[in-house]
């Protein structure tokens, strides 16, 4: 057995997601065509010129978006090709919700309101850390992770997190070592 199903997310002995992430975008190609076929249907047996674009929206966001996003503080430490496959697919997307085959990508995520998917991750990763840290949730192995410590000099906030030493031969720059360093530094595009 290569890997388990685990609450919706495929985990092999390798802690590599690649199988995940190509199922969830196979997943959510379907819903997509679906949508698509949908939108075309409608169109010509009722006469309508589509479905409006902001049902077209909800549609993408409840089926569509929802499985690009569902678990990725899990696996957001994928390789660059899997993170290019999904904005791939979130592109075709915006594409259809808009019938704006033209516009660029970025035009078409600002009309719609909708991050890049990797933005996406980053927050609710930094929105996870702030819940540990600020209201104690999380198991205790998880609290200890992320240590808040308190500043003397008087900056922009009080308290800050701070960063451990995680050394991994194999696995490089895990989840702790990176939630401690979204937390001290700030994005702007955040």
């Known amino acids: 057995m290569d890997s388990v199903e685990l609450l919706g997310v495929d985990i092999d002995k390798e802690l590599n997601f690649g199988a995940h992430i190509g199922r969830i975008c196979k997943k959510a190609g379907k819903k ?4 698509r076929r949908l939108s075309n249907t ?4 009722t006469k309508l010129t589509l479905l409006a674009t902001h049902t077209k929206l909800t549609l993408f966001r409840c089926y569509v978006l929802s499985k690009l996003t569902f678990c990725s503080t899990v696996w957001h430490f994928r390789n660059m090709s899997d993170s290019r496959k999904m904005e791939k697919l979130q592109k075709r997307a915006l594409h259809l919700v808009f019938t704006d085959y033209t516009s ?14 990797y933005i996406n991750r980053i927050r609710n990763k930094m929105i996870d850390v702030f819940k540990i840290v600020s209201q104690g949730n999380g198991s205790i192995y998880v609290r200890n992770v992320f240590k808040a410590t308190e500043h003397r000099y008087n ?10 030493k995680y050394r ?3 696995y490089g720059r895990n989840c702790c070592f990176l939630g401690q360093n979204y937390g001290t530094r700030s994005t702007p595009a955040l």
């Open 168 to 170: 991994t031969v194999k």
């Open 42 to 45: 409608l169109a010509t047996h």
């Open 32 to 35: 997509l065509h679906v949508l």
């Open 155 to 164: 900056t922009k906030s009080i308290l800050s997190l701070e960063l451990s």
């Open 104 to 117: 660029s990508y970025a035009k078409l995520r600002q009309r719609a309101d909708v991050p890049l998917l």
